[in-house]
């Protein structure tokens, strides 16, 4: 798929997804001297956050775009383009003390490829923490999404689902069986309010939901983030901004010693 991501918008209008990654962060505890991999690194906001702890940080994101971005805003850093559901550069094998991920992982639906590529990654005793969209996250969007796709278009949205959300019991599993001793995890609801008034929900759309797009072409774009937008309105939309039905699933895990 073409490289959809739009890393000025994203700066400008969506700067929470970063801003709440800062918990992630606090999880994560890194150390001066660490090497830590930022999985999925946007357009670098967290990456630079982790660096001021001490620690080296590398962020490795798919979007072309999005890694142009972030070497463009912190030169002194490494980004990578690369994408974890493929095997990893070699160089990146046991190289790191800890992978981290924020908002993210749905976007990677090949799970246990992933997990197979993190847990190359670390050097044993390495910690993985992370958080991304769990069951039910955006649940009014994504609802909206396939029934304006069905009711308008006739299409079935579920080819065209660009995430995944996992349960706290399913990932855990997925944790367990890459080989990763799962250390905590928590599944909560965390609405989430979006800037920008009526606006926000439009910025949001054009960032995230792209993927459905594809089902009805690009000259049809505006009219269903139109219709979607109108039907999520009566649910999400409250006191001059949508504030949408985020869900999190929080988790630290890490590879155990060998042996
Ligand atoms: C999320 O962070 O949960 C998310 C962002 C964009 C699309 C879907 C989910």
Known sequence: MADEWRPELYDSKLGFVSGHGE???GLLQPQAGEAVLDL?????????RIRESGAHAVGIGKSEAMVARARSKYPELRFIVADAESPLPEAM??????VFSNAAL?????ADQVLAEVWRCLRPEGRFV????????IRTVEEAIEEVLLAEYEIEASAFHPWYFYSLGEYAARLEAAGFHADAAVHFQRPTALPDGDAGMDYWLESFAKPFVHAVGEKESGRLFRLVKERCRPSLYRDGRWTLDYVRLRFAA???QRG
């Open 23 to 25: 918990h992630v962060i």
């Open 40 to 48: 999925g690194c946007g357009t670098g906001e967290l990456t630079a």
């Open 93 to 98: 094998v046991e190289a790191f003390d800890a």
């Open 106 to 110: 749905h976007w990677m639906k090949a």
């Open 130 to 137: 992370g958080e991304f969209g769990g069951r039910g996250n």
């Open 254 to 256: 890490h590879k155990p």
